[in-house]
């Protein structure tokens, strides 16, 4: 069965650096999503991507995010200047559509770690 | 957006059938239940979805009455490997937004 694949699994960043989180969505998929998970608490909604541009993103999705599709297969979040409450689990999802009848489908994740 | 709730946790042991109901008074026309299932460390993992009456894969069955207004998750004869937080999801469009969930623990 085809799945969403995330590199790094973990990422240790002094607090400051910029740090890139890479995803390869499922291939036939056409919208992409990014959530995360703070130790202990619910996921969270970051941002969608469809057709090469932000669809919608969430109050957390500030100037210090961004996200890229730099070819046909990656899927990329960017945090410019990390902050110690950066640290979570970043889930990367894809979807065959946008309506809920298209399930997203998530990868495992990579655990950013802010020193 | 429907917002949901479903209890915090639940206990059950191996072989048993377990079942997680999950209300969702506010459910909009075109929003489908959508469960997912997650493992420590892991992303979520898409179990079941539907929109009205009965769906049954492989993994699990889903039901979801007339009214739509709640939506019950059916795992038949759970193991060990079950033990997982389990989360339901009104949603229509793009966005998922996820609770607590329900924190299933199946014992020996």
């Known amino acids: 069965e085809p799945e969403v694949t995330q590199t790094p699994s973990h990422q240790v960043t002094q607090m400051g650096q910029e740090v890139i989180l890479r995803c390869v969505p499922i291939?036939?998929?056409?919208?992409f999503y990014w959530y995360r998970q703070i130790l202990g608490q619910k996921v969270e909604f970051l941002v969608s991507?469809?057709?090469?541009?932000?669809?919608?993103k969430s109050e957390i999705f500030d100037d210090q995010f961004s996200v890229e599709r730099p070819d046909g297969s990656n899927f990329t979040l960017k945090i410019r200047s990390t902050k110690l409450e950066d640290s979570a689990m970043y889930f990367c999802?894809?979807?065959?559509?946008?309506?809920?009848?298209?399930?997203?489908?998530f990868g495992d994740g990579t655990r950013l770690s802010i020193l | 957006l429907a917002k949901t709730t479903q209890p915090i946790s639940m206990d059950s042991y191996e072989g048993q059938e377990v079942n997680i109901t999950c209300s969702h008074n506010n459910i909009a026309t075109n929003d489908y239940i959508t469960w997912y299932q997650q493992f420590p460390s892991q992303g979520p993992r898409f179990i079941i979805q539907?929109?009205?009456t009965k769906v049954t894969n492989e993994v699990a069955s889903l039901f979801i009455p007339a009214d739509r207004k709640s939506s019950t998750l059916s795992l038949p004869r759970v193991s060990l490997s079950d033990t997982a937080v389990y989360y339901c999801l009104g949603s229509g469009y793009s966005t998922l937004t996820f609770g607590k969930g329900t924190m299933l623990l199946v014992s020996p």
């Open positions: 539907g929109y009205k």
């Open positions: 291939s036939n998929h056409l919208y």
């Open positions: 999802a894809s979807s065959l559509g946008q309506h809920s009848n298209q399930p997203q489908h």
């Open positions: 991507f469809y057709n090469n541009e932000i669809s919608e």
